[in-house]
């Protein structure tokens, strides 16, 4: 069943009981970076959940983030 792009979810990387990378995006998104994660960080747990709508904190991803930043 294919990830509904309108749903945000919360990609975190943990080291032990810490959290090292918190991040969340579109489904689509959050998917890959979790996935690419994964690679990465071969022996660290990887977590990927749902956002309910109404919890607007975290941060966003970092090419979410360029898009924010003007031109000089």
């Known amino acids: ?9 919360r990609v975190r990387v ?7 990378a ?9 998917d890959r970076y979790a996935a690419a994660m994964s690679r990465r960080f071969a022996g660290l747990k ?3 959940e749902p956002i309910p709508d109404a919890d607007p904190g975290g941060r966003a991803l970092p090419g979410e ?3 924010e930043v003007a031109p000089k």
């Open 22 to 30: 918190d991040y969340r995006a579109e489904a689509d998104v959050a």
């Open 65 to 67: 983030r360029l898009w």
């Open 14 to 20: 943990w080291f032990g009981d810490h959290v090292v």
């Open 46 to 48: 990887v977590t990927s």
């Open 1 to 9: 069943m294919p990830a509904d792009p309108e749903q945000r979810r």
